[in-house]
Structures are given as C-alpha cells and as structure tokens.
C-alpha cells in the first residue's frame, strides 16, 4: 500500500511540472517563426494567428520571418529550440511536400517537430487554357489521352506539381511538368496559348479567370470554392482522390508537453474559428479548418505518407 | 478608351490632398534611402510595407511608387558623386556619371539624369495611360523562346559594357553566370554550388552580390589609398546644362526614353536590362561614342531616361496582368494583394480611381523629384559631404542593413563581405564587374527560358528560328556579333583602349 502510495505520489510529482507549465503557459513572449519571407500568404496568415494569440493570452506574441531553402531553415530553427511551447513554428503543406522530394533536409520532420494545429485551409482549382477545347475534366483527361498535354508548375516538388501529379495518378494520364519560377508566369504562358494545364490556388487564379485568360475546369478540394461557385469538385467531374488542398499549420519541438501542444491548439481554433477570421481569411482564399491536435497529427501524417508514396512513383525528388 | 477622361479620374484622385502628401513623403524618403549607398528600393519597401498596412490602398500604393522612383533618382546622384551604384540600374550611370564629376561636372551630370528622368517619366507615365490595355497584350507573345532570344541579346551586348579587355569582359560575364546557377535548379531540383549548405539552396540574393562586389569593394579599395577616393560634394560646378550639353544629351534621352519604355514592359527582365541596353545603344550609335566611359553626357542621359522610363512602364504588367517585372514590382503586387486589390487587367474597370490615380501621381511624383533633385541637391550632397571617417562605417552599417533586411540572414552578410574581397580583386585585376552583375542577372533567365522553350516545343531546337520574335532577338545577336569582330570596329575599339591607356 505504501509502496503503491509512493509510486502515485511520485507520478504525480513528475507529472506536476508540465501541468504547472501548462496552467502557466504563456507566462512569457511566445515567438512564432514563419520561414518566409513577409508579405506571403504564409506570413499573412500567420502574422493574423500571432495577433489573434497575444490578444487571448494576453501575452506579446511576436512573428520572426526566417526565410531560406523553401522553409527548411526556419523549420530547423524551430526543430533546435527548446522543447517550451514559447517557440513555434508556422508552416505551409510545403513542409509535407519538402519532405516527400529533399532527402537532405537539416532536420527531420517527424522526429523532430510535433504538429500542434491547423491554422487554415485553402483550395485549389484547376484551369486549362486555350490549346486544348475543353470545358471540363473528362474532357481533359480525353485530350491528355490522345495528345501532349503540358502543365505548369512553381518548381520541382511544389505543391502545384504534387497536384498536377497527382491527377496524373488518379486519371491515369502523363501531363507533363513544365517548371516555372512562380505561377504567374504559368498564368502568362497560359494566356499565350503555350501551356495547357495549371493547378494553383483559387486566389491566384481569379484574375486570369475573370479576364478568360484561363479557364476553370475543377476544385481539386472536398467542396466547391465560394469563389468559383460554378466550377464542380474533382469527386463531382469523377476524379475523387485529386484533392489536393493547400493548408497552413503550427508545428513545436518534440518534446513539448502534451499539455502545452493542447492550449495552443486550444487558443489556434478559438482564434481562426471567429467570424472575422472566417472573413480574413476569404480574402486570402482560405478558410478556417478547425482540429484537434491529434486529427491535425493525422493530417499530416496522412498528407506525408501521400506525397512521399506519389514522389517515389513519379520520381519527384530534389538532390 | 476616353484616354482624357481617364487622366481626369487621375488627376481628380492624385491632387487630394492627402495623396499629394502620401507621393510627396514617398519622394522624399525614396531620394533620401537612394542618396545613401546600399540601401536600395526593394530593402526600403520592404522594410515600410507594414506601416502601409492601416493606409487607403491608394495612399498607400502612391506613396510605395514615390520611394519606388525616388530612390532610382537618389541612386544616380550617389553614383556620380561617390562612384557608388545603389542598383543596376545605377551601375551604369557610375561609368560616364563618375568620370564628369572628375571634370568637374557633377552638377551638370546630376541635372541631365534628373532632366533625362523627368523627360522619360512623363513620356513612360503618358505611354502607360494610352496603351495600359493593348501593351498588354504583347506581354503574352514572349513566351520561352522569345525570353531565351533576348538573353542572349543582351548577354552579346553586355561585352560592350567594358571599357577594357573584351576576353575580362567575357570571363567576368561567365563568373556572373555560373554564380547566377547557385542553388536549387528548377527544373531537375538539383542542387547546384550549394557547398552543403541550406543558406545557398535558394540561391544568391542580388542585392548581396550588388552591395558586396560596389559598395564593400569601394570601401576597401578606398582604405589603400584615401586621397585617391574621390566625391566631388565640394565643387560640383554648374548645375544647368549650357546648350551644347543639351543638344548631346537630347538624342540620347529620346533613344534611352524609347527603350526603356519598350524594355519595361516586359516582364520579368525589362527594368535591369533598359540601362544597360541603351548604354549599348549609345555605344554603337552616338556621335560621341569613342568618349563613352571618359565622361560624355551620352553615358548619363541614355541610360538614366531608359532606367526611368521603363520604371514607369513596368508597372503596365504589374497592373494590368499581375506580372510583376522586378522584385520591387512583385513586393507592389503583394502589396496590392495585402489591401485586398486583385491585380489584373479588371483592376482598370473595378478600380478605376486607384489606376488612374496611381498613374497620375507618378507624374506628379516625377515633378515632385525634379523639384528635390535640382533646387534641393545641395541638401543631398549635404549629407554625402560626412567626413569619410563617419561616411564608410555609416555606409557599411547601410550596406548590411539592406542586405540582411532581405533574408534576415547573417551568411548573408558574411557573402556580401566575401563579394567585397572578390570585388576588391576585380578592382586590382582590372576586371570590370558590370558585366559579371548582367550575367548574373541574365544567366538563369537564359538557362530557364532555354530549357522551358525545349520541353514545349518537345526537343525540337528550330523553335528559336520558327518564332518570328524570337529570330529577330537572333538576327540582332548575330548582328551585334558581326560588327563586334568586325576589323574596322576592332581598330577602333583597340583605338580607344589606347586613348585610355
């Protein structure tokens, strides 16, 4: 009995801490690493989170843009800092999609970060241009079948090329990647009747869209964009299994405690769930996707299985 | 469309008052970032992006394009007086620009790029609001093998940017190129010079390149020899151009005014390359051509009015497609983008005051500059005139503020003090490094234009030729081949190396 007393006493010590730290947390400026550079989505959004976050806790909550290497370096800053909570890093799906294409990254994004929550969600649409005489996705994948269909993406292991890719593998056709700098001069080339296909997201696309520029065949997400209300998903032309959303989520250092992970997950869903999140965020468009830490967990352990499995069949990978 | 009407919306939306103060603000504080070496436009609106935040978006993009083109002029005056180029742009302004000031013509100098630029900008201003919609459209002709073409243009023509040996030329223009392949190539991932490191994966920042090689280098080369270093903020000589410098520099402006307005247009590569070409221009065709690089008005006038002129015309993609032509243009767009504008060519009818305002306030901004740069240059000199003692650190200190502001990244700085040493060298060596910043510039636009056309056109190499752009972008590269071997040129060339000597 005394022993069993003891070993109950003592759990309860060793647990006592990080309850403590939990109860107290933040006692003190919590710093939010965003590895871009500002003036992105990505910083947008976060900076948005950051002041959503000081305003709840009542706490500074300051952002530091570490840019570098497609976010690797700002990442592996976060994957060194010390295990508290008061170091958290905000990150785009790239951080999967690196993942799936850079074997030599300078730190390793299971072991070493652990998903905290999800920030937002975005989506992406396919468009097509003038080349090939096509209205919807059946259409295309016809034309990919008897043609050369190119399309474009914002470089090798992109986000845009995993979605381009992952077409492919869900209709069974070989578009082919042509790489450039950014989307826009995707959105050029489409325009000019060089470039075919381009999946990007639904806020880049808009204004080719709206000039008819570029034509939107499908959103490759679960649900129709509030945008695009016209346009079907790629489930409703016949592709389920295309969705490739975009998101955006915080990450800490393992060996952060579970209790701390929980409050911030707390505090990241009571601020993205507001309505003038909701509105923020449409301007950005996105749109809040509120989840527990161990659904966000499983995102991102569902999205890195997904592309790491899509790489190795397509050989994406960067050296 | 009703071009006058247009202009009217303009002019109803610029001249409040508040946005006269917004582009006037903007002026200054660009002239005042531009007069300091190294600190650049691109750092400058970066840095002051999220103070525009609580803004009117039209306030707030007037007085972003005020710094925008207020530095461009702030920048040429450092570069005559100090021999310090803040951008490439500027880099050839400091060729002929400098040589005056030694003559004792930094006055006339500064008023001729100020004059150029104002000529330039109100021509770039009127070209946009006329044919803002039908330009356009000819952004969408240039597609990989039109952009392939042009490089290797303005790669043939960078060999005439060197005043000395045509072979340090060339190897200055490959080191610029193989530094330009540095970091993650885009079309295979490869990782190319990285060394290992993931501070190179993307590649190096211009601007550490720019400020390490002109701004450090200078530093350093001036520490050898301080009498040597010379800034002409004492005697400047007359400001106003006397008739004969009116009557050279007025074709060049007209030619550099034509092709910076052509150039800017395009995206992606029009603004770096306007000044370069028309100093080429002005080598091939000026009647004073054998005095280019020795202090010939030609040397500023081109190329400050092409700079400008097509500064006014990039925002034509920028605005009307969302295609922005230069870092600086795509840190407008994101501003846009930040103040819930969707750029596009709907941005016209959807937000017609924002437009027209924005285009107008540029001219005001241009009438604006010439009123700080002419009356008030001796306040700009003022500030050149710190003892060099005060000068070089607070320069340095500059320096590595624009640099790291653009990756908050100290290897960075660490670069830009390598580039410095390697700059140095350059100097000792002879080698001229203009050429190096075009190929650096140029290069990966080369590789990635190239190899983009090649997978469109499925392997098939007769693209180049096929594409009637294009072939005139080769027939001109040929031409300019041609006439630089040619023997008659040779001796002339030779001729004027002797002169130097």
């Given at each position: 009995m005394k022993r069993i007393l003891g070993v109950v006493l003592f759990a309860c010590a060793a647990l006592l801490p990080g309850l403590a730290a939990a109860q107290d947390f933040p006692s003190k400026r919590v710093t939010i690493v965003i590895p871009f550079t500002p003036a992105g989505s990505n910083d947008t959004i976060g900076r948005y989170l950051?002041?959503?976050?000081?305003?709840?806790?009542?706490?500074?909550v300051v952002v530091e843009n570490r840019p570098g290497a497609g976010s690797a370096i700002g990442s592996a800053h976060v994957a060194q800092s010390k295990p508290d909570g008061y170091t958290l890093l905000f990150v785009s799906g790239t951080f999967t999609t690196n993942a799936a294409t850079q074997a030599n990254l300078p730190f390793d994004p299971v072991k070493d970060l652990k998903p905290v929550g999800m920030g937002a969600l975005g989506q992406m649409v396919i468009v097509t241009g003038s080349r090939v005489p096509t209205s919807n996705l059946a259409d295309l994948v016809k034309a990919a079948k008897a043609q050369k269909v190119f399309y474009g993406t914002t470089g090798v292991g992109s986000s845009t090329q995993f979605a381009g890719e992952l077409l492919n593998d869900v209709a069974g056709i070989k578009m082919e990647p042509v790489h450039y700098k950014g989307g826009t001069?995707?959105?050029?080339?489409?325009?000019?009747?060089?470039?075919?296909?381009?999946?990007g997201t639904v806020t880049q696309v808009l204004s080719s869209v709206a000039s008819n520029k570029a034509k939107p065949i499908a959103i490759a997400s679960k649900t129709r964009s509030k945008a695009l209300p016209d346009v079907p998903t790629v489930a409703e032309a016949g592709f389920a299994g295309a969705e490739a959303d975009i998101w955006w989520g915080v990450f800490a250092p393992s060996?952060?405690?579970?209790?701390?992970?929980?409050?911030?997950?707390q505090g990241i869903n009571k601020v993205m769930a507001s309505p003038e999140a909701t509105e923020f965020l449409a301007k950005h468009g996105a749109m809040p996707a509120e989840m527990s830490v161990s659904e966000f967990g499983g995102h991102v352990t569902k999205e890195l299985a997904k592309w790491r499995e899509l790489a190795v069949k397509h050989n994406i990978k960067a050296e | 469309m009703d071009l006058f009407g247009n202009l009217l919306i303009g002019f109803g939306t610029a001249l409040s008052l508040q946005n006269l103060l917004y582009a006037f603000a903007g002026c200054l504080l660009g002239t005042l970032i531009g007069v300091l070496p190294g600190l650049g436009p691109l750092a400058t609106i970066s840095m002051l992006l999220p103070f525009t935040f609580g803004l009117d978006p039209t306030a707030a993009l007037i007085m972003l394009a005020g710094i925008y083109y207020g530095a461009a002029y702030g920048g040429s005056t450092t570069a005559i007086l100090v021999n310090l180029p803040g951008e490439t742009s500027s880099v050839v302004t400091v060729l002929d620009g400098y040589q005056m000031a030694r003559q004792g013509r930094a006055g006339v100098a500064i008023a001729t790029a100020a004059i150029g630029s104002f000529f330039a900008g109100c021509v770039g201003t009127l070209v946009l609001a006329a044919f803002a919609a039908p330009l356009a459209s000819v952004a969408f002709r240039f597609g990989g093998a039109e952009y392939f073409s042009l490089m290797v243009v303005g790669l043939i023509g960078a060999v005439s940017l060197a005043s000395g040996s045509v072979l340090k030329a060339i190897g200055m223009i490959?080191?610029?190129?193989?530094?330009?392949t540095v970091g993650t190539d885009l079309n295979s991932g490869v990782?190319?010079?990285?060394?290992?490191t993931p501070n190179l994966w993307e590649g190096i920042d211009f601007i550490v390149i720019a400020v390490g090689l002109f701004a450090f280098g200078e530093v350093i080369a001036s520490l050898e020899n301080d009498a040597s270093r010379e800034t002409f903020t004492e005697n400047m000589g007359r400001l106003m151009p006397n008739a004969e410098d009116f009557k050279r520099m007025t074709p060049a402006i007209?030619?550099?005014?034509?092709?910076?307005?052509?150039l800017g247009i395009l995206p992606g590569a029009g603004l770096s390359l306007s000044s370069f070409f028309s100093y080429s221009l002005e080598k091939k065709v000026s009647r004073f051509r054998s005095q280019l690089g020795k202090g010939a008005i030609e040397g500023v006038a081109g190329p400050e009015s092409a700079n400008n002129a097509a500064a006014q015309t990039a925002f034509i993609p920028?605005?009307?497609?969302?295609?922005?032509?230069?870092?600086?243009?795509a840190l407008m767009l994101g501003a846009m983008v930040m103040h819930n504008i969707q750029p596009g060519p709907q941005v016209m009818t959807s937000n017609p005051d924002l437009f027209w305002g924005l285009i107008v306030s540029m001219w005001i901004g241009n009438l604006i500059l010439i009123i700080l740069n002419l009356p008030l240059v001796g306040l700009w000199v003022r500030l050149l005139r710190i003892p060099y003692g005060v000068l070089y650190p607070a320069i340095l200190l500059f320096c590595c503020l624009g640099v790291y502001s653009v990756q908050f990244s100290t290897f960075d700085l660490f670069l830009a003090a390598g580039f410095g040493l390697a700059g140095y060298a350059f100097r000792k060596l002879e080698c001229e490094p203009a050429p190096l910043v075009l190929g650096f510039v140029l290069g990966p636009l080369l590789e990635e234009n190239f190899r983009r056309a090649m997978v469109l056109s499925q392997g098939d190499f007769t693209i180049f030729v096929r594409e009637p752009i294009s072939l005139c972008f080769l027939l001109l590269a040929a031409v300019l081949l041609v006439a630089a071997t040619l023997p008659k040129m040779r001796r002339e060339r030779d001729a004027i190396l002797r002169e130097e000597m």
């Open positions: 950051a002041d959503g976050l000081a305003k709840l806790w009542n706490t500074p001069d995707a959105l050029v080339d489409m325009a000019g009747g060089r470039l075919d296909v381009y999946v060996g952060t405690p579970d209790a701390v992970v929980t409050k911030i997950n | 490959l080191i610029g190129v193989i530094l330009g990782q190319r010079f990285t060394f290992g007209l030619r550099g005014t034509s092709i910076g307005t052509l920028t605005l009307t497609l969302g295609i922005p032509g230069s870092p600086t243009m």
